[in-house]
């Protein structure tokens, strides 16, 4: 089943927001010097990253091409 686009839209939304608090949090971690924490939260925020670009370019071209 195909998502709508308002539905992809949401899914970057929720996306970017999952960045942004994972950032946060990866910062808390290193400041109470819990480093491995904060690596690995970092790393989840740059994969929602690359998950929200990659669907921006789907949505991007798919509406390019109509």
């Not at 994972?22 to 819990?34: C, N, S």
């Not at 690995?40 to 690359?50: I, N, P, Q, S």
Request: hydrophobic share 50%.
């Amino acid at each position: 089943m195909e998502k709508t686009i308002d539905a992809i839209q949401a899914d970057i939304i929720r996306l970017r927001e999952n960045v942004a608090r994972f950032r946060r949090l990866a910062e808390e971690r290193k400041a109470a010097d819990h480093l491995m924490i904060a690596t690995k939260l970092t790393e989840v925020a740059a994969d929602f990253e690359a998950k929200a670009a990659e669907l921006e370019r789907l949505l991007n071209g798919g509406l390019a091409a109509d």
